[in-house]
């Protein structure tokens, strides 16, 4: 294509592509310059150094990376990483797959109607409010559910304090709060199932569970794995709020993890250099699974996000 | 049209975009204008889960630029985060020009401007207020001081008891360990709902209750590093007698004695739980009981918390452990531009213990009045809301002793420590160091930058020595792995630690 054409064209299409200039300009601005600051990662950076003094200060190579990988708890917090986040897939992720399936199948309109709004509102719950609500449920100074435990004859013991107990109060909180706001894709996808596919399939013979099984799933599949491939793009992203807000050092050992891990050297010890390269090792992890999901994606005949 | 409703949207879109990153150039200013963070303790202490009334806090700014020519503004921190928000204010690069924090973790990441020549300058009233104790722990080896003091040796974890619960059941209020554990099972069967000890892990000014109430009962230095026969400092957890105490916490924690919460808890839920009247021996920082104490009264009427005359015993002594003039103070930015307002305005406060009190309690006639300016006597006339303290820059024993009241508000938290009775000589409860011990190596300061460089393994001892000892005491761990524990901590870089420590230690003592 010649130069000539191409100014032919961003001449006709100027408006679209100045439309799309604030766009790019907030990915260039927050997205793209920041990653400048992790060169932080290679050096010895002291909180108050300025631009100057980080770009002039001696490189100190993969030291701080050693340092992470060489950690006591290197691979309890890259366990607790991987499992909290398959956790999150597993029933985040596949939760409002079911609950979008029992929804469609509610016949009544102002019934399915409320349970999606109900289903939405806790998603529009902040952080912090949901870890106030799960602490005043389990606080064993009249929390509802030690109450409840005692009164079937139980022994109600702290739940958020017990490595046992922690990862299931976790994943139930994120589950409740998202689970109904997780299920609009894929109603949309179910609203557009020809419906002239169940009528042939109740012709011949299929119940409804048949129907959901060869008709609906198969229907809104190009949806679940465009949904899963976004979700394991952030999964690493996800979810370390909420258990920075509920965990204690008492179940470190299940529940500490890198974004944690980074919080607490970064933010609490002040070692910029070191929480920096911890989340950069986060960051090249978030990138392989990205590409190994979508080249799962294409080997397996679904959507993929890029060739 | 068309197109100016497209030039319009990416105008709009663009502004959008950067909106958030502009900043207020400011105005050329005449005064000196300065931002403190009031994370001394005063405002979460009074109600941090509410804020102050604008309308007074700009009353206390005015009051304060009138008097020194300093416009001063506070930023009030997060409770429970304080620290947390702090760090993110100095990182973003925001206006902050002084706040309170332990000067070793800052000074050696050069993020504090010492203060020998400003406090020699401005600051005489500062000197004077303080004990030399208390200016040589905010002291370098050097001589340099980085801040302003926040404390003196103090009895910050006495073991506050409900004598009436003692007094109901006919028991005498417990002196020792025997007759707590006694106390507990009393409470435990007869009280339901009652819990018979409220203890913290990590609470405020670096208080962690469970230890520093109780250690020294089982150990020979209580809450502290020690001085080994091998000429080294050793941490707390290999003192003869340390795997006895967690054993007796993990025998309490299995009995119900100990609430199940302690190692998640934060001062709102602390106050709430004592001031609900449940609490049947506290040892969590003191004035969690001493402040809201009217509420605990007016909540549970003939409630009567008090702590052992003498102090706990155990077999190896005094069980608490005093907690030594600190390393906190309030520090001034490497980056302030305004150093010498700064210690202004502290000189305002320090200078006037009614200057003080005006910045504790607000405006005159507000909260609170005089009754004797001349002799510092003032009364309170209302609970503390509208203002929480944001301008009390100056706390500390010496500025909150030099005044006095009768009002019931406040009577336990000012008998504790001895508000008004500096001119009688009267030791106050919470400098009667007779009933504690003192940590061995009280006034030395550890170099962070040096921890860093020496002990790599620094963080993970941290975790482990914290994370374990709560596994311990609450049984996810069985005592008899204790000694694995321990090879563990070696194993991760114990000796490096024992090694840097010592150095530090041996180089200031």
């Known amino acids: ?307 | 049209m068309k197109k100016v409703v497209v030039l319009l949207t990416i105008v709009l879109l663009s502004v959008n975009v950067f909106a958030s990153g502009s900043q207020d150039a400011g105005e050329e200013q005449s005064v000196p204008k300065i931002v403190i963070y009031n994370n001394n303790g005063v405002i979460s202490g009074a109600g941090g889960e509410t804020t102050s009334s604008p309308e007074i806090i700009a009353e206390m700014r005015a009051w304060v630029l009138a008097e020194t020519g300093v416009d001063v503004e506070v930023i009030a921190p997060v409770v429970g985060q304080e620290s947390q928000k702090l760090n993110l204010l100095l990182a973003s690069g925001a206006q902050v020009d002084a706040f309170w924090g332990n000067w070793p973790d800052f000074a050696s990441r050069n993020m504090i401007l010492p203060l020998n020549d400003l406090i020699e300058e401005y600051g005489s009233s500062i000197i004077s207020s303080w004990p030399k104790e208390s200016f040589a722990a905010m002291s370098d080896p050097n001589g340099t001081m980085w801040g302003i003091p926040r404390s003196t040796p103090f009895m910050g974890n006495p073991l506050f008891l409900r004598a009436d619960w003692a007094e109901k059941y006919s028991l005498e209020v417990p002196e020792t360990i025997e007759e707590l554990e006694e106390y507990f099972a009393v409470i435990k069967k007869n009280e339901p709902g009652a819990i018979p000890l409220l203890a913290e892990m990590k609470g405020k000014h670096g208080s962690s209750g469970i230890f520093q109430t109780f250690l020294g009962a089982f150990t020979e230095y209580g809450a502290s590093n020690w001085l080994d026969k091998d000429g080294k400092i050793k941490p707390q957890e290999l003192q003869t007698g340390y795997k006895e105490f967690v054993q007796k916490m993990n025998e309490w924690y299995k009995a119900g004695y100990i609430y199940p919460e302690f190692a998640s808890l934060n001062r709102n839920i602390v106050r709430d739980l004592i001031k609900s009247g449940k609490v049947a021996a506290n040892a969590t920082w003191y004035s969690n009981v001493t402040v809201p104490y009217a509420t605990t009264e007016s909540n549970n009427p003939g409630i009567n918390m008090i702590f052992p005359e003498g102090g706990l015993s155990g077999e190896y002594g005094k069980a608490e452990t005093i907690k030594p003039a600190g390393v906190e103070g309030m520090l001034i930015s490497a980056r302030s531009e305004h150093p010498e307002a700064v210690i202004k305005v502290m000189e305002f406060f320090y200078s006037n213990p009614g200057n003080h009190q005006v910045a504790y309690m607000g405006p005159e006639n507000g909260l609170w009045k005089w009754t004797n300016k001349d002799k510092l006597q003032f009364e309170i006339l209302k609970d503390r809301t509208g203002y929480l303290g944001d301008y009390a820059f100056a706390m500390g024993l010496p500025m909150e002793r030099a005044v006095s009241t009768d009002s019931p508000q406040m009577a336990k938290h000012f008998a504790y420590l001895g508000v008004g009775t500096v001119a009688s000589g009267i030791t106050p409860d919470g400098l009667d160091y007779s009933r504690g011990k003192m940590p061995v190596d009280a006034g030395v300061v550890y170099d962070p930058q040096v921890i860093e460089n020496d002990i790599p393994g620094f963080a993970d001892l941290q975790r482990m020595r914290e994370e374990e000892v709560i596994k311990f005491i609450m049984g996810a761990r069985p005592m008899g792995e204790w000694d694995n524990f321990i090879e563990e901590l070696y194993s991760i870089g114990l000796n490096d630690w024992i090694n840097a420590y010592t150095e530090m230690f041996k180089s200031q003592k």
Request: include cysteine; proline fraction near 3%; charged fraction near 15%.
């Open chain 1, 1 to 307: 294509m010649s130069i000539t054409l191409i100014k032919k064209k961003i001449q006709r299409d100027k408006f679209l592509y100045l439309l799309m200039l604030p766009g790019l300009l907030y990915f260039l601005l927050f997205r793209y310059l920041p990653l400048l600051g992790t060169l932080v990662a290679f050096k010895d950076v002291a909180p108050f150094d300025n631009a100057a003094t980080i770009i002039a200060s001696k490189w100190v190579g993969l030291k701080h990376f050693e340092s992470f990988i060489s950690s006591h708890y290197f691979w309890n917090i890259m366990s607790n990483t991987f499992a909290l986040a398959g956790l999150r897939m597993i029933f985040e992720f596949f939760c409002p797959v079911l609950l979008a399936l029992l929804i469609n199948e509610v016949r009544n309109k102002y019934l399915k109607k409320t349970i999606q709004t109900i289903s939405y509102m806790p998603f529009f719950l902040s952080n912090i409010v949901l870890a106030g609500l799960v602490f005043q449920l389990l606080t064993m100074n009249n929390g509802v559910i030690p109450a409840i435990v005692e009164s079937l004859g139980g022994d109600a013991i702290y739940y958020l304090g017990d490595s046992r107990y922690f990862r299931t109060v976790l994943i139930s909180a994120i589950v409740w709060r998202n689970i109904g706001w997780g299920t609009i894709v894929y109603l949309a996808a179910l609203s557009g199932i020809d419906p002239q596919l169940y009528e042939a399939a109740r012709i011949d013979g299929a119940n409804r569970f048949r129907q959901t099984l060869y008709i609906t799933i198969p229907s809104i599949s190009f949806a679940i794995a465009i949904m899963f491939i976004l979700r394991i793009s952030v999964i690493l992203n996800q979810g370390w709020e909420e258990t920075l807000l509920l965990y204690n050092p008492g179940v470190y050992s299940v529940a500490d993890i890198i974004d944690t891990y980074v919080w607490r050297m970064g933010l609490e010890q002040m070692r910029y250099s070191f929480a920096t390269a911890v989340g950069f090792f986060k960051s090249i992890l978030a990138l392989v699974l990205v590409v190994a999901s979508n080249v799962i994606a294409k080997k397996s005949g679904q959507q993929s996000m890029y060739k």
